[in-house]
């Protein structure tokens, strides 16, 4: 982290309409109204899609290569998070349930004979059956234990997962043993989280079975619950073994789930991989319609993305953090509105337009990104402002504990120079005085300045 010799500050003038382009009519959000001004950048954490977006594109070609329709067979791709000697593969195909070879790899993916499944209500009469099937098949010595939690992000909290400890002890696992996540992110979360802390770390393995999950949550060992106060708060960086994904799981997931994933997908192309971003636009309406390769591409270039971040920096204090473009805003919303009222997609898909809205404000982005991000949100049938009933001071009340303060600063996401680049700035909480918040009307009035005082 590296301070900026030459601080700069913005004067906000009162009553300012935020409609400042006649070309566009960007979403208000609780810090837009920004003039542009000059600063000095000093060192300046940016992605850099000619590097890993080139790696990934290099790579990527051959999924969209099939017969437009057809679901891809046989051995799976894989992706390979490098960890050192925590290494660990995302494997990603359709019928992967039906190769229990994936999941029965001992030596690398499951210790022991004792395994604990965590799923939840609506995924079990799905999948879990298939799952105890995969892990058990030809290895009668191996045990599967499983527990059953609510489904839905107001169940992950301490209460919950004490189900998943209650369930492990009066199954007297031993280290030796396996925790596997079959779910979306809430369950992926929350299990890893219980491997995590269960015996002071146990092997664990994710198998997502929502886009959100396979495209963000499951890859990079961030688990956690929420606390009253603010989303995934308690938790802790824990690397699983493996990540599967079966794509066949997209079959029976809702409409607006899908549309949720796919914020994170749009996430990808804005940070650091313009060619992804480029390519969304061309295929949203496939990836709508849940085309299986364009789904398989979409998940595969979204993991490759997430993998390389995560293998340059795990703990996120650089590049990584990137990966939270619009997280600041949306965990405010989902905290703030409550959680489950928006999906955590939805939340992320409006902080991302605030964040873009703010980014082009300060002067660093072109009026035709703040368009384009408009525009393939919408196509995907999410929100593009967050709700009405949310104020500014609900926002500086849940931000002011967001994660990533730090020193008393809010550390936000925002994008910088040609499409698939971004920054990671720091702003003073105490200097963010926002009188009111009207998003339908587009107006923002201050009357403080925010004065921007670091660049990562």
Not at 11 to 33: H, K, Q, V, W
Not at 243 to 248: K, N
């Amino acid at each position: 982290m590296a301070s900026i010799s030459n601080a700069f500050s913005l004067s906000l003038p009162s009553n300012r309409i935020a409609n400042s382009s006649s070309d566009f009519n960007p979403i208000t959000s609780a810090l837009s109204g920004l003039d542009s001004g000059e600063f000095s950048p000093g060192r300046v954490a940016v992605s850099k899609p000619s590097g890993i977006g080139g790696r990934i594109c290099a790579n990527a070609t051959p999924v969209m290569d099939q017969p437009v329709g057809e679901k891809s067979s046989g051995a799976p791709t894989i992706v390979e998070v490098d960890l050192g000697n925590r290494s660990y593969p995302i494997y990603i195909g359709s019928g992967l349930f039906d190769q229990p070879e994936l999941l029965q790899n001992f030596d690398r993916h499951v210790h022991g004979k004792k395994v604990i499944v965590v799923t939840n209500t609506t995924i079990a009469p799905l999948y879990l059956d298939k799952v105890v099937e995969a892990l058990t098949k030809g290895n009668t010595a191996v045990s599967v234990e499983y527990v059953i939690l609510p489904d839905g992000e107001k169940f992950k909290d301490m209460d919950t997962l004490m189900k998943v400890f209650d369930k492990a002890i009066e199954s007297r696992l031993d280290r030796r043993c396996t925790f596997v996540a079959l779910g979306g992110g809430v369950i992926g979360d929350m299990c890893g989280f219980a491997a995590a802390s269960f015996l002071r770390g146990v092997n664990f393995i994710q198998i997502p079975t929502t886009v959100m999950a396979q495209v963000d949550s499951s890859v990079g060992g961030k688990t956690g619950i929420n606390h009253p106060l603010g989303k995934n708060l308690i938790g802790a960086f824990y690397q699983p073994q493996c990540v599967l994904i079966d794509t066949d799981t997209l079959d029976t997931l809702p409409d607006r789930e899908l549309a949720s994933g796919l914020a994170e997908v749009i996430k990808y192309g804005l940070i650091i991989d313009a060619e992804f971003f480029e390519w969304q636009e061309k295929n949203m309406e496939k990836l709508i319609a849940r085309n299986p390769n364009a789904l398989a591409y979409a998940i595969k270039r979204s993991c490759e993305n997430k993998a390389e971040a995560v293998s340059f920096d795990e703990k996120e204090s650089g590049l990584r953090a990137t990966l939270n473009l619009g997280h600041t805003f949306g965990h405010a919303i989902e905290t703030g509105f409550g959680y489950g009222q928006w999906l955590h997609g939805e939340a992320v898909a409006a902080g991302m337009v605030m964040a873009v809205d703010m980014s082009y404000r300060l002067g660093w982005i072109d009026s035709s990104i703040v368009k384009r991000v408009d525009d393939i949100l919408l196509r995907a049938k999410l929100p593009t402002a967050p709700p009405e009933t949310m104020t500014v001071e609900m926002f500086k009340s849940v931000m002011a504990v967001d994660k990533k303060v730090a020193d008393g600063l809010l550390r936000l996401i925002l994008l910088k120079g040609p499409l698939g680049n971004s920054v990671f700035t720091g702003f003073l909480l105490i200097e963010v005085h926002c009188r009111s918040l009207v998003p339908s009307c587009n107006v923002s009035i201050y009357d403080k300045p925010i004065k921007i005082k670091h660049i990562y």
